[in-house]
């Protein structure tokens, strides 16, 4: 059937506004990432997004998953190494497709699982979640940011000092406290021409909280990782910091402008709701 | 206009089979219980179904809705003391007015709010979840079921002998070890003529617990109330036991055949994953 | 016991990054709003935050849940007519309390219910999200917003087009098309002097789906309620246009520095995704 | 360190009940299956339980993440076909290493991709989610189920009806209602001996919807789709019907005792609640 159809999209819209962002929200693709000679399987959520003129009704929105698999059937020739550049290829591409638009974003994320080692040397298999944003402007450039969630813990140096005197413990030595389930957030811009891995991101994460978590723990391994826990108190507010800290020191290349969040949630072990901590800032406000 | 309209849903099915249970999911009501001289709203989620003859398309939906509506109606004189009785209620006007059905089945949950005291004497407001459930059999009688959900905090009895020893600590007095948010939920049958107040489950959850969680704890309730955790180590078997243990207590009257399900579920700190207990059994054979 | 305890969040922190915002989330209190001769029940789930300097280790958070507990208990007495103006109140003790705070926010989301009219004039009580939000900076000035979010329904024009041409129908008469639940948030700024009423922001929204949806329809209702969605076939981008539309007719008097998000997001009946749009302006910008 | 450590789960409990289900919940790992000559990645979150006997307080539960490491190792040699066959053998080797339980548990959940086509014969990649469960008794054998969540369309026959009338429309010819996303879920027993098949049962699905839904449509696929939804209306008794007609054509050698589940949720578009329809019942019951 040959049908000549009215482009319904193309008219013009009742009330002429423009729009922000108009497009798809929560597909879900299997993608692949090439990565230091692994091929690694990646569920990912994506959302794609252009802005839209006020002169016209509608985004072709079919385009938008048009692009995002085409690029899934680049996969196996055009070899992706992170989540951001899939969403900087799909961003480029929304461009191209959506004529009238001036922004195009694409943003996704997915679990990634990669080996550890527990504290007593065992090998264990920790899952992680990869952000990654990509946002491209037709006349003035790109921004793309790379993150990851991870689950850690924290115990609280507050109530470790109270109960020390509540039990009339020895200062000098670890006491306890309520200690619980840590979720960090990190997104960090990854400026063009410079290198952000989430490997890395993740690796600074785990120093950052009182003690990292492993889904596989024998009771040696479990009891180290308690040790280690109150040998470290810290607050959101320390965690957030401590991670501050290390990206400045492992980034000290990256430009002033790039854009950092850091977000640290503890599901208190003692209260219903949860604390928590938050710095938005520039490495440069950060090195001041 | 007056319409002479087909009644669908009265039509014989393409395929005979009869249905478990058909109705509506998720509505959100404002309701209102009497309790011990206490007017307490509750936001209630709902749900409502009845079974449906293999001879019928379709269940009358609006029925539902206009039952639950009703109900509601009802509340400045019809004054229900629990939820449970709202559903009960609910229950037994569906099968009135769905004639072709066997069975009714309500349910639903709520927040609900009630004044604690901290360990040092603090008044707080605490909330908790409210779930209840009631089905309706035409011919063979009516089960209904109260039960909440409490928000608690488990230490690991294991890790705390385990960093005795590799701290070398007394093995007498608490060691330090992981403690969590651990989620309890308790579910009781009410049989006919007795009377289950969720009041004394929330009690009976709160001295469960390692130690209970509050929303507001100044620094000495947040000593003594993380001493009290390390004092009584729990597993999440630990939690269910105890629970169980007490309802056998206070419930000594009901009879045999009462059905009690017990779960816990802790959010544990030094793991991504949850641990998890649960019991479902009867009074008679917790009794034996 | 009178303890001289070290005051742990005092203390000068390790790593000296100021952070832009800590304390809690995820609060849930009862509180009542006094509105228009109601006195309305809101179940809030509430957050609450102030700034940290970089020479401070640490928020003492307790004072967040005092202040809130605190105008719980002012309620009776204080009577407050918006969750906005909680939110503000909220934020100014958050202020009095932390003296090395700048800024202090707090916000909050809770169930609303009101009663409508059905198409064919029934009584239906339908269920809302009221979103709240308050940040007030030491030097200069409070910012609030007050949202709502409203559960609606859009069909979607271009398929009405395709299927009349497929089955070759009348033109100007409505055609079959797609249709799905769609979920409007709208976020407005309240400048001070000024009042935006949640109610008027609930109708400018109900008015702009392609139809709004109720709890309860008889089968006349029903009718005439899909009737209405098929002659307002309306894409995202025409929701979040026409809500923009009608907040520029109702608020004529605000300035133009106000602030407006309008999201419109659909549960497409075709697809796994959904489709979005969004504007993100001033009211200045609207009107120019 | 050497450390003789006190075996705590192995010590009588304080209160001497036995429990139905203890292990771990949530656990996300990444696994293989090799079907129809592809390999196919799962991301799959797993809960695997023990029951524990009354004179034992707690269970070893890092022996059910070891269970679950030892076998996503042996993927690469040991091909399940399934991931029902992969929680037999989780279940299976729990038994083994929990000398005491007399029942194990192991279930999980992944997102699953395959290509379809469009109604004009487009190719495109869909998402499904797989849902397994074994249940391993050591004196009376196991049984184990497999299952799908499948999105797909429904159209109201009833409202369709009520336009016709309201608008004077022929009544033989399709008419305007409400549809919306549909959410089905069937679980089916596999008996020992014989094989069901995930891609067959998400085929029963997608035939049983008013209409399957795309990621990926282009303008006639849309207008085909609508068309065909409007064409089948189908209340959520229908299509749970539908697809119990359809398994028992396709499942006629399965013997009777097999159990089946199947339910169907409406996202209502004229509604803020959902409609609900399921059904429980051996083949056997289906049958007669």
Chains 1, 2, 3, 4 share one sequence.
Not at 114 to 129: A, F, I, M, Q, S
Not at 236 to 258: A, C, F, H, K, M
Request: include cysteine; aromatic fraction near 6%; glycine fraction near 4%.
């Amino acid at each position: 059937m040959q049908m000549a159809l009215k482009d319904v999209q193309s008219l013009p819209p009742l009330r002429k506004f423009k729009l922000t962002r108009v497009g798809v929200r929560n597909m879900k693709k299997l993608i692949y990432i090439h990565r230091k000679g692994r091929v690694i399987p990646l569920i990912a959520t994506i959302s794609a997004y252009v802005d839209l003129p006020s002169t016209q009704k509608g985004v072709h929105m079919s385009r938008n998953i048009e692009v995002v698999n085409e690029i899934i059937n680049l996969m196996p020739t055009e070899k992706f190494s992170g989540l951001e550049d899939v969403m900087e290829y799909i961003a480029r591409k929304l461009l191209e497709r959506h004529e009238y638009a001036k922004t195009a974003c694409a943003r996704a994320w997915s679990y990634y699982f990669r080996e550890e080692t527990t504290p007593r040397g065992r090998v264990t298999v920790e899952y992680y979640k990869i952000l990654a944003k990509a946002v491209v402007h037709r006349e003035n450039g790109m921004k793309k940011m790379i993150g990851v969630q991870v689950v850690g813990s924290s115990a609280c140096p507050c109530a470790m000092e109270t109960t020390k005197e509540i039990l009339n413990l020895d200062k000098k030595r670890v006491g306890i406290t309520h200690n619980q389930r840590n979720i960090v957030t990190v997104l960090m811009e990854v400026p063009e021409g410079y290198d952000v891995d989430a490997d890395d991101l993740i690796d600074i994460v785990n120093s950052s909280f009182s003690a990292p978590t492993y889904e596989y723990l024998k009771r040696d391994d479990e009891g180290a990782l308690v040790v280690r826990m109150h040998e470290n108190p810290m607050f959101v507010e320390d965690i957030v910091r401590e991670i501050l800290g290390r990206i400045l020191e492992r980034y000290s290349n990256l430009p002033d402008e790039t854009m950092v969040i850091v977000r640290s949630e503890s599901l208190e072990s003692i209260h219903k709701h949860n604390a928590y901590a938050e710095r938005i800032a520039t490495l440069g406000e950060l090195r001041s």
